[in-house]
């Protein structure tokens, strides 16, 4: 059993920024890749970032390219996403999510990840 927790969360200004947090307990943390995903109301839940099981690779969706950056502290068991220049379009759900299999590379797809935590509502206002 895996549980992960979402923090840092809250209301920002667009152009502001915030760091989330999710921490994770259950099994060997660094063996796995982390994901972030978000699901804004009425729209599906979406890809934002991932980081491979060691922490050398990194991927981003378009929208969030050059402005997050998804890190991982594996002594803490914790991953972070550090989310800059905050738009309006940013308000969802983030969605903290950890690998199926072990030693994998950084994914998209949300088929791949076999945990989830409950999420941390961000909320971007103009």
């Known amino acids: 059993q895996v549980q992960l927790v979402e923090s840092g969360g809250g209301l920002v200004q667009a152009g502001g920024s915030l760091r989330l947090s999710c921490a994770a307990s259950?099994?060997?943390?660094?063996?796995?890749?982390m994901g972030w995903f978000r699901q804004a109301p009425g729209k599906e839940r979406e890809f934002v970032a991932a980081i491979s099981w060691r922490g050398v690779t990194t991927i981003y969706a378009d929208a969030v390219q050059d402005r997050f950056t998804i890190s991982r502290d594996n002594a803490r068991n914790t991953v972070y996403l550090q989310m800059n220049s905050l738009k309006r379009e940013d308000t969802a759900i983030y969605y903290c999510?950890?690998?199926?299999?072990?030693?994998?590379?950084?994914?998209?797809?949300?088929?791949?990840?076999?945990?989830w935590g409950q999420g941390t509502q961000v909320t971007v206002s103009s």
């Open positions: 259950g099994r060997t943390f660094s063996y796995y890749a």
């Open positions: 999510a950890a690998h199926g299999v072990a030693y994998s590379g950084a994914a998209r797809e949300r088929n791949e990840y076999g945990y």
